[in-house]
Protein backbone atom coordinates (compact mmCIF):
# COMPACT_ATOMS: atom_id res chain seq x y z
CA UNK A 1 0.00 0.00 0.00
CA UNK A 2 0.95 3.45 -1.06
CA UNK A 3 0.77 6.64 1.06
CA UNK A 4 1.11 9.99 -0.25
CA UNK A 5 1.38 12.75 2.59
CA UNK A 6 1.24 16.68 1.73
CA UNK A 7 2.39 19.18 4.40
CA UNK A 8 3.33 23.10 4.50
CA UNK A 9 0.17 24.60 3.63
CA UNK A 10 -1.60 27.55 5.74
CA UNK A 11 -2.22 30.68 5.75
CA UNK A 12 -0.12 33.50 4.07
CA UNK A 13 -0.71 37.37 2.79
CA UNK A 14 -1.10 38.36 -0.58
CA UNK A 15 2.85 38.32 -1.68
CA UNK A 16 4.21 35.62 0.40
CA UNK A 17 5.36 32.09 -0.08
CA UNK A 18 4.80 28.87 1.03
CA UNK A 19 6.22 25.40 0.08
CA UNK A 20 4.88 22.18 0.01
CA UNK A 21 6.21 18.58 0.97
CA UNK A 22 4.53 15.51 -0.48
CA UNK A 23 6.33 12.65 1.00
CA UNK A 24 5.29 9.02 -0.71
CA UNK A 25 5.62 6.01 1.76
CA UNK A 26 4.68 2.06 1.20
CA UNK A 27 5.67 0.06 -1.87
CA UNK A 28 6.39 3.11 -4.28
CA UNK A 29 8.18 1.75 -7.45
CA UNK A 30 11.65 2.39 -9.00
CA UNK A 31 10.63 5.74 -10.82
CA UNK A 32 7.54 7.66 -11.02
CA UNK A 33 5.87 10.51 -12.09
CA UNK A 34 5.04 13.26 -9.60
CA UNK A 35 2.58 16.00 -9.94
CA UNK A 36 0.98 18.46 -7.72
CA UNK A 37 -2.88 19.54 -8.48
CA UNK A 38 -4.87 22.31 -6.79
CA UNK A 39 -9.05 22.47 -6.02
CA UNK A 40 -10.44 25.46 -5.43
CA UNK A 41 -14.52 25.86 -3.75
CA UNK A 42 -16.77 25.12 -6.54
CA UNK A 43 -14.09 24.86 -9.04
CA UNK A 44 -13.04 21.95 -10.62
CA UNK A 45 -9.20 19.96 -9.63
CA UNK A 46 -6.72 21.53 -11.60
CA UNK A 47 -2.62 20.52 -12.66
CA UNK A 48 -0.20 23.33 -10.74
CA UNK A 49 2.76 21.63 -12.16
CA UNK A 50 4.71 18.21 -13.01
CA UNK A 51 8.08 16.49 -12.73
CA UNK A 52 9.70 13.77 -14.14
CA UNK A 53 11.47 11.05 -11.88
CA UNK A 54 14.96 12.40 -12.82
CA UNK A 55 13.28 15.74 -12.10
CA UNK A 56 15.20 17.45 -15.02
CA UNK A 57 11.78 18.18 -17.12
CA UNK A 58 8.96 20.11 -15.37
CA UNK A 59 5.95 21.28 -16.19
CA UNK A 60 3.34 24.50 -15.31
CA UNK A 61 0.21 25.85 -15.78
CA UNK A 62 0.23 28.96 -17.32
CA UNK A 63 -0.83 31.15 -14.32
CA UNK A 64 1.76 29.12 -12.22
CA UNK A 65 5.16 30.10 -14.27
CA UNK A 66 7.38 31.90 -12.59
CA UNK A 67 5.85 32.19 -9.81
CA UNK A 68 5.76 28.15 -8.64
CA UNK A 69 8.99 26.11 -8.61
CA UNK A 70 8.36 21.96 -8.43
CA UNK A 71 11.17 19.60 -7.50
CA UNK A 72 11.65 16.36 -6.31
CA UNK A 73 14.50 14.55 -3.83
CA UNK A 74 14.16 10.81 -4.84
CA UNK A 75 16.52 9.97 -1.80
CA UNK A 76 13.77 11.00 0.91
CA UNK A 77 10.84 9.90 -2.04
CA UNK A 78 9.82 13.95 -1.84
CA UNK A 79 8.14 16.09 -4.26
CA UNK A 80 8.42 20.45 -2.89
CA UNK A 81 6.55 22.94 -4.27
CA UNK A 82 7.60 26.38 -3.91
CA UNK A 83 5.11 28.75 -4.25
CA UNK A 84 6.14 32.52 -4.55
CA UNK A 85 4.38 35.87 -4.90
CA UNK A 86 0.45 34.02 -3.73
CA UNK A 87 -2.32 35.09 -4.94
CA UNK A 88 -5.82 35.04 -3.39
CA UNK A 89 -6.85 33.03 -6.42
CA UNK A 90 -4.27 30.71 -5.45
CA UNK A 91 -6.50 29.55 -2.54
CA UNK A 92 -7.16 26.05 -2.68
CA UNK A 93 -6.43 22.65 -1.49
CA UNK A 94 -3.39 21.63 -3.36
CA UNK A 95 -3.15 17.49 -3.95
CA UNK A 96 0.29 15.68 -4.65
CA UNK A 97 -0.12 12.64 -7.19
CA UNK A 98 1.66 9.92 -8.21
CA UNK A 99 2.56 7.86 -11.51
CA UNK A 100 3.74 4.41 -10.52
CA UNK A 101 6.11 3.58 -13.39
CA UNK A 102 6.57 6.47 -15.53
CA UNK A 103 9.90 8.07 -15.52
CA UNK A 104 8.46 10.93 -18.36
CA UNK A 105 6.57 13.93 -17.22
CA UNK A 106 2.75 12.60 -16.83
CA UNK A 107 0.12 15.55 -17.82
CA UNK A 108 -2.87 14.13 -17.44
CA UNK A 109 -4.97 14.30 -14.34
CA UNK A 110 -6.21 10.78 -14.96
CA UNK A 111 -3.29 8.69 -15.50
CA UNK A 112 -2.15 9.21 -12.17
CA UNK A 113 -2.25 6.49 -10.02
CA UNK A 114 -2.49 7.79 -6.06
CA UNK A 115 -3.05 11.13 -4.64
CA UNK A 116 -2.67 12.03 -1.20
CA UNK A 117 -5.20 13.80 0.92
CA UNK A 118 -4.44 17.32 0.21
CA UNK A 119 -3.29 20.36 2.37
CA UNK A 120 -5.23 23.59 2.16
CA UNK A 121 -3.27 26.70 1.35
CA UNK A 122 -5.43 30.32 2.36
CA UNK A 123 -4.02 33.79 1.15
CA UNK A 124 -5.42 36.53 2.06
CA UNK A 125 -6.00 39.59 0.15
Known amino acids: QVQLVESGGGLVQTGGALRLSCVAS????????MGWFRQAPGKEREVVAG????????YYADSMKGRFTISRDNAKNTVYLQMNSLKPEDTAVYYC??????????????????WGQGTQVTVSS
Open 26 to 33: GRTCSSYA
Open 97 to 114: AAAWGRSMIVRGMGEYDD
Open 51 to 58: ISWSGIST
